[in-house]
């Protein structure tokens, strides 16, 4: 839960979620959108892999970048679940999967 925290904490990293859930993007692409250097795009991009809301993929000599819903969608309800009963609804209507309790 606290990598989904530290991804969300950073405002560029929130951009680059809100830009991958209309579509997958490349590195280059995302940095059109920004005013910083690539090199920065993809560090950001690694925190937010690391907590598992976005996935890459190899496109020829192209990497490009989706979005994870279910998975930012599921922590967060996880996460709401205490203290919201929409949330707790969610919650308790997923399917349960192996290792989950």
Known sequence: MDKIFKALASEPRRRILEYLAVE???VG???DNFEMAMP???RHLAVLKEAGVVREQ???QYVL???VGEALTGQLY???APF???ARGIVEARPRRRGRD
Do not use: W
């Open 78 to 80: 996880d996460f709401l």
């Open 65 to 67: 970048y989706t979005l």
């Open 29 to 31: 692409e995302i940095a």
């Open 24 to 26: 997958p993007m490349t």
């Open 40 to 42: 920065s795009i993809s």
């Open 84 to 86: 919201c009963a929409q």
């Open 58 to 60: 190899k496109r020829g």
